[in-house]
Each structure stands twice: as structure tokens, then as C-alpha cells.
């Protein structure tokens, strides 16, 4: 189903309105700013819940806007979405929003906007009737369909490799300056999905244009809603940006579509929602991260998935420590997802791109979404991956000796053909049929490899040497 061909049935648009009603409030909810602590105002006799959106009206007029993320001794604790500069004691401070909600529409197709939906390509605000929740619940675990059909990336060594399904959550765990951005823009051009909605979470400002128009490129943003939340922006924008990004997917899910959600980074949301907890009061627990930042995980990533109206994949990046793929956040989601993508910094280095290391990334739903065949020739490639991981010091020092073993021999001989089998320019597109045919291709010379080195007699040893 195409983009333009699906539109929201009548009775969507009116169950949504309904829901819109019964979060209006019927009477204004005021209250007075009794402290701020960095970007934490403390409002005294506002009775709202956690989640509400709400207005400080400053003494110069202008009216600043808030998320309340906590409660404490009777007041409650506002995280401001722009600088405090100006808010002062006993400033009013009014509920907007009971359980906040965001427009969606086929209108925001091409579109980049911010975290609270306004545009930020220069052109008119889009025609929005519906709204979604920002905080929606998971699809129930019974509702959800299984994952069976795989979703063409577009990217040679994960469709070939670590194949994945429509509706699975995956990672792409690295270090700074591996290739992300660009492994995420292959991603947006050539995916098999109707929709991409990508979300730029803490995103440095320079290179939000950068990705927009180098990365994403004209025909990739024409079926892309792009959310931008900068660095520079408020932590409770940054949350609120991930959120944003996941409730239009929703919407386009539940269209009937199959909807390619990226976010970049959920560690960098991951880091706001630590600040929030930090300034509400929460005890620092592993490197600092707060306990909601371990709940707000799987709260935010169950969303994504397989229902029986259409699909959400999520494909998450993580911004791991010093390479280390073991820290304590990557750890977390990676216990959460489906799969996950190591881009390793050694290929990087060695120009070969994308970085994407196979024997150190997985896909958990590949058995389910591929055929015999495919798994075969698959494991095939990882076996000759991982023999020459265990010999290229012996190869580098001259101490391969050629006929002694038959699986040194095949990963000798077949190594650079995978090479160029995993290596892929930026702007080449490979399709999912195209990549299992040359997948099954190299598996054919791998397999013709080893029973030409078994036929061959075995290699003379050398005695061992007295000892002087």
C-alpha cells in the first residue's frame, strides 16, 4: 500500500476525537512558581498529574512551556522547555494539557518539525485533524502478530546476513565517528518500507541539515517525517521528541502501512531522561542513570512491532562508551531488542563500509523471516568470517602454512570475495532478492573452495627440530 492511496477511515478520525475530548479540561488549574533549580520550576497548588503540559506566564508576558515530570512535597515539579531566564516567584503557572497529545496526518509526509510539531523547513504549519498520545500504551503481547516476513534495508550485509522482519526492533550499536548517520541514510533511501519517521534526538545542529540533505536526500525525505530535537534543546524536549516520533508511526501503523521507525540516538534520550530524573529528586544509580530511564526503555521501544493493522521496525542507535558494547545502557537495550548491528571502528578505520562486524551482531527473528537456504548460505559466510578472525595473526607473521588445515585454507583463499560481498558505496541501493542471490552465489565458490582444498594431499609437516 502506498502512502497516498491509504487515508484514515471516518470512524478512526471520530474515535480519536472522542479521545480528544475527554482529556480537555473543564475549568482552568492554576497555580504559582515556588522555586527553580536549573531548568526544574516547583509549582505550589497546581493538583495536576505526571505528564500534564503547562504554561509559566512570566512577568515580561511571554509564556513558557513545561511537562511536569514530578511530585513532591505538594508541589509539583516542572521541567520548562526553554531557557528560565525571567520566571520569578509567584509567577502563574497554568495546566494546558491533562494527558498530552500530538497531530499526526498523511500532511507531515516530507515534513521536519520539532518536538512539539511545529515546522522547521520554512514552510506553512500542515492540516492535521487527528491527534495521538504521546504516552500510548504497548500493543498487548496477544494482539501482536507474529514476525514472518522479512523488510528489505537496502544494505547488502544485514538483508544477506542478519536478515530482518517487518515489525523487529533492532539496534545499531557504536562508538562516535563510525557511520551511523550514513548507514542510516542507505537505510532511509532503500528500505521496502511505505514510511520512514526518523527521530534526531540531541542531534548536533550542524548536522541536522547535513543528513537532511546529504544522507536522506529528496526522494527519501518525500516519504519521511523527520522530528529535530538538537543538542542545545531542553532535556524534556529531547524525551519528548522520541515520544513524538514513535505516536506518528503509530498513526501510519495504524493505517495499514509498514513504518520504518529511526531514532538517532536513544542513548542521547536516554542522558535527558537522566537529568529529568536527576532534577526531580531520583537516586543515581548505575553510571548515574536514574531508575525512569530503565523504565521509560521498554515503555517506549514495546511500542514498535508487528499488529494486525501494520508494522512498526524500529531501528534504534546507541552511542556506546569508548567502543564498549558492554556499558551498562547498551546492555539494557540490547536485553530489550530483537537484534542487534555492531558497526566496529577496526573496519572503519580500514575503509570498509558500512562498518558493520557479523560475527559480533544478530538478528534474533532472522530464523523466522528466512528460508533454509538462506541460513545456510548465511552461516556458510559466518563460519569463514570467524576462521579468519582466529588465523590473521598467524597469516600477518608468515605462519600459515597452506594444506595443513581446510578451513584455513577456504578462509585464505575466499576472504577478499566476501570483503567485497560486505563492502557498499553509500549511494548503490541492493535489493533483498539481489543480496540472497549473491549471497547464495558466494556460498556456491565457499563450498567449491573447501572440496577442491579436501581433494587436495594433505601438507608435509616438518619434523621437530632437536634442541641445541
Not at 491509504?6 to 470512524?11: E, R
Not at 543538542?231 to 519528548?240: H, N
Not at 570467524?386 to 575466499?414: Q, S
Amino acid at each position: 500500500m502506498s502512502p497516498s492511496a491509504a487515508a484514515p477511515a471516518p470512524l478512526d478520525v471520530f474515535n480519536a476525537a472522542c479521545g480528544e475530548v475527554e482529556t480537555l479540561l473543564c475549568e482552568e488549574i492554576t497555580g504559582r512558581v515556588a522555586a527553580v533549580r536549573g531548568l526544574t520550576v516547583s509549582a505550589a497548588g497546581l493538583p495536576v498529574p505526571i505528564g500534564a503540559r503547562c504554561l509559566v506566564r512570566t512577568r515580561r508576558g511571554a509564556g513558557l512551556h513545561a511537562e511536569v515530570v514530578g511530585l513532591q512535597a505538594g508541589q509539583a515539579l516542572l521541567s520548562v522547555f526553554g531557557d528560565a531566564t525571567g520566571v520569578a516567584p509567584d509567577d502563574p503557572v497554568v495546566c494546558i494539557a491533562g494527558a498530552p497529545r500530538v497531530p499526526v496526518g498523511f500532511d507531515l509526509l516530507g515534513r521536519v518539525i520539532d518536538a512539539q510539531g511545529a515546522p522547521l523547513d520554512g514552510r506553512p504549519a500542515p492540516r492535521l485533524n487527528v491527534r495521538y498520545p504521546l504516552h500510548a500504551t504497548p500493543p498487548p503481547a496477544l494482539c501482536r502478530r507474529p514476525i514472518d516476513t522479512p523488510l528489505g534495508l537496502g544494505v547488502r550485509s544485514i538483508d544477506a546476513l542478519l536478515t530482518t522482519g517487518r515489525g523487529q526492533r533492532l539496534g545499531i550499536f557504536a562508538g562516535t565517528g563510525v557511520g551511523k548517520s550514513v548507514l542510516m541514510g542507505m537505510i532511509c533511501r532503500h528500505t521496502q518500507a511505505d514510511v520512514n519517521v526518523i527521530a534526531l534526538v540531541g542531534e548536533r545542529g550542524r548536522e541536522v541539515g547535513d543528513f537532511i540533505e546529504h544522507q536522506l536526500g529528496a526522494a527519501g525525505l518525500a516519504r519521511s517525517v523527520v522530528v529535530v530535537c538538537t543538542s542545545d534543546e531542553a532535556p524534556a524536549l529531547r524525551v519528548r521528541a522520541g515520544l513524538h516520533a514513535t505516536a506518528i508511526a503509530e498513526y501510519f501503523r495504524d493505517q495499514g502501512l509498514d513504518v520504518l521507525l529511526m531514532m538517532d540516538s536513544l542513548t542521547r534520550l536516554a542522558m535527558a531522561q537522566r537529568q529529568l530524573g536527576l532534577s526531580a529528586g531520583e537516586p543515581p544509580t548505575t553510571k548515574g542513570y536514574t531508575p525512569s530511564v530503565f523504565a521509560l526503555l521498554p515503555r517506549l521501544l514495546e511500542r514498535a512491532g508487528r499488529t494486525q493493522r501494520g508494522s512498526i521496525t524500529g531501528i534504534y542507535t546507541v552511542l556506546v562508551e569508548g567502543d564498549d558494547i558492554d556499558e551498562p545502557l547498551a546492555d539494557a537495550v540490547r536485553g530489550i531488542l530483537d537484534g542487534h548491528v555492531w558497526l566496529a571502528r577496526s573496519l572503519a578505520n580500514r575503509a570498509h563500509y558500512p562498518a558493520v562486524d557479523v560475527l559480533s551482531s544478530i538478528s534474533r527473528v532472522a530464523p523466522d523471516v528466512t528460508s533454509p537456504e538462506h541460513q545456510l548460505a548465511a552461516q556458510a559466510v559466518r563460519r569463514v568470517l570467524a576462521t579468519w578472525n582466529d588465523i590473521e595473526d598467524l597469516v600477518n607473521i608468515g605462519a600459515y602454512v597452506p594444506g595443513a588445515n581446510v578451513d584455513y585454507d577456504v578462509a585464505v583463499r575466499t576472504r577478499d570475495e566476501i570483503n567485497a560481498f560486505l563492502v557498499q558505496a553509500r549511494d548503490s541501493s541492493a535489493p533483498l532478492d539481489e543480496s540472497l542471490s549473491r549471497l547464495l552465489e558466494l556460498a556456491g565458490k565457499i563450498n567449491a573452495t573447501r572440496n577442491a582444498a579436501q581433494s587436495r594431499p594433505a601438507a608435509p609437516q616438518k619434523p621437530p627440530q632437536p634442541r641445541r
